[in-house]
């Protein structure tokens, strides 16, 4: 019974955290997404921190079970206090339910409705009568470029979170032994300040590089760091047994701590930015789709480290080596994602579509793109119509005004 209900806890659970995830990215404006979504990283790493402190307090562990879950019960005032996202009603052309929660924004913030400058209500009104249209994740597949890059961040959520685990045993499991970590909460409170490291340095790395940078950023350091542990540590294993090598087993164990550190660093970042990266380019109509399908690549890969533990560590390298291997394809993948820093949500899949890949090194000045934007291609929409009045211009004149050499 009580691994039942575990189970169905953090079946819910996993629902609260997409719905909550895809709400913070609808509501905030496109300078404010990413400092949002940091804040609620930050929050999350202090519950971690504070974890130990209540269980101490507790003591029993059913305390400790009621004392968590009755701040839950407040999300049940969800349903009539907080409001359905405006974006995914109109996204989605519920445009009666969005009429409604227009007007009660308007009442709440005592605005008058006929200072309508935008003209917004008489657009509203003649799209009542069009029926509302759901769109499932599997049209996705029928896309060019929107399913590529789901794949790309999924491939990245797995491999992010999954080689965390790795790491992580490198670090506090039994081929390490240094008396700092042989306590649990000296490894819990490290793995919670690696991940409060991380979360900082994500915001200065995304500030400077943005989304797709500060991605490849973390994933080449990861990759850096799984390789220099798993062919380095061999490396220096082989001189340690020589008597005049010097090296020593704490040399290897403070190289395993230092490595695993900066994968764990890394590899954290990596998995946090997959999600965000989705939920920016995944457009607003199948938006928790999308992110529902990188979450469950990321538990997919946190699946993995139970999987070896239950096989008593067998095949422990092999799993590592895989993962690192995920790490070299990912980083070329990474050049094909799209930038999307300062950019609007995609409310449609055609918007999701003209999401392309642009360059990872801004052009110089003078330059001309390789290839034109969606917005660009928008200003040669009038060359049909010049070139179907050209029997008004001068002889010899083009349809742009100019005349041949």
Sequence with gaps: MFSTLRFFEGFCLAGVTLTLYALRIELCPPGKRFMITMVASLVATAGQLLMPGLAALCRDWQVLQAFIICPFLLTLLYWSIFPESLRWLMATHQFESAKKLILHFTQKNRMNPESDIKGVMPE??????RRPRKVCIVKVVGTRNLWKNIVVLCVNSLTGFGIHHCFARSMMGHEVKVPLLEDFYADYYAAAGIALASCLAMCLAVRVLGRRGGLLLFMILTALASLLQLGLLNLIGKYSQHPDSGMSDKVKDKFSIT?????????????????FFCAEITPTVIRCGGLGLVLASAGFGMLTAPIIELHNQKGYFLHHVIFACCTLICIICLLLLPESRGQSLPESIPDGEHYTRQ?????????????????????????????????GLPDGATANGGRPM
Aim: charged share 20%.
């Design 124 to 129: 509203l009104e003649k799209e009542l009568s």
């Design 259 to 275: 490595f695993s550190i900066v994968g764990m660093f890394a590899s954290h970042a990596v998995g946090s930015l997959s999600v």
């Design 359 to 391: 360059p990872l090194l801004p052009p110089r000045r003078g330059e001309q793109p390789l290839l034109p934007t969606h917005a660009e291609l928008k200003d040669y929409s009038g060359l049909h119509d010049a070139a179907a009045a050209g029997d």
